[in-house]
């Protein structure tokens, strides 16, 4: 079962901030989390992961509190090309342990 | 530079019958990961090759099996097809090579292969 908790779906204007939350109460320390989005019939597409420090890219940001039981993906100007299911996922970085446990995800939906 | 190819896009087949599916990885990538996702639901990981071995497989049965060649592409096998294994077949990529705790290991996938077995 996946390891985190995320809502099942969010609206979000155009041009609007939309703020993706997501729950990983039981993260260890050693765990990372990734966050994926993937647009509907295509393969999921890699967006931004961190450790506990703050992150951003070209795509987006990522907030994870100081407990690093919870984060949230913020894209900051949201458009219609961002309407995807988006997946929060907690990891080890190893080779060994490759695999990633996708839960049902949020789909965001943005709106004109 | 391209990524993650995986071919054929469509396939269609009928219980019983065998299927191969192909993937190339992300240029400089080693490791090659397969999921399933069927309709509404999210990637199920199926198994992970490295070095040319299987290196972590998850909860599918021995009718799913793959190889991974010395030039790191990689094909998955599905035997026995039943109606269930209807779904769309994820490949991704990722090294174990690049310096650093950012890019290495971070899986990229390609657009799938959706099998429809009737």
């Known amino acids: 079962d996946a390891k985190t908790t995320q809502p099942t779906s969010m609206d979000c204007a155009e041009g609007r901030a939309a703020n993706l939350p997501c729950n990983h109460s039981?993260?260890?320390?050693?765990?990372?989390v990734y966050w994926y989005r993937q647009i509907h019939s295509q393969g999921p597409q890699y967006i931004i992961h961190?450790?506990?420090n703050n992150e951003t890219n070209e795509m987006a940001s990522l907030i994870i509190t100081e407990d690093r039981k919870s984060s949230t993906l913020i894209l900051p100007h949201a458009t219609l090309r961002d309407t995807a299911v988006y997946y929060c996922?907690?990891?080890?970085?190893?080779?060994?342990?490759?695999?990633?446990?996708f839960g049902k995800g949020t789909k965001l939906s943005v709106k004109p | 530079d391209a990524g993650v190819t995986q071919s054929p896009t469509h396939l269609i087949k009928t219980r019983g019958q065998q299927v191969t599916l192909r993937c190339s990885p992300k240029?400089?990538?080693?490791?090659v990961s397969w999921y399933q996702q069927a309709l509404g639901q999210g990637p199920q990981f199926i198994f992970q090759?490295?070095?040319?071995?299987?290196?972590q497989r998850g909860n599918f049965p021995d009718r799913f099996s793959g190889h991974q060649f010395p030039n790191y592409s990689s094909e998955l096998n599905v035997n026995a097809l039943l109606l269930g294994d209807s779904a769309l077949y994820l490949c991704?990529?990722?090294?174990?090579?690049?310096?650093?705790?950012?890019?290495?290991?971070?899986?990229?996938f390609g657009a799938g292969t959706r099998l429809s077995v009737l």
């Open positions: 039981t993260i260890s320390g050693n765990e990372y």
């Open positions: 240029s400089g990538h080693d490791t």
């Open positions: 996922i907690v990891k080890v970085q190893g080779g060994s342990q490759g695999n990633l446990i």
């Open positions: 991704a990529s990722s090294s174990t090579g690049l310096a650093g705790g950012g890019a290495r290991n971070i899986q990229y």
């Open positions: 090759y490295y070095e040319e071995e299987e290196r």
């Open positions: 961190g450790l506990k």
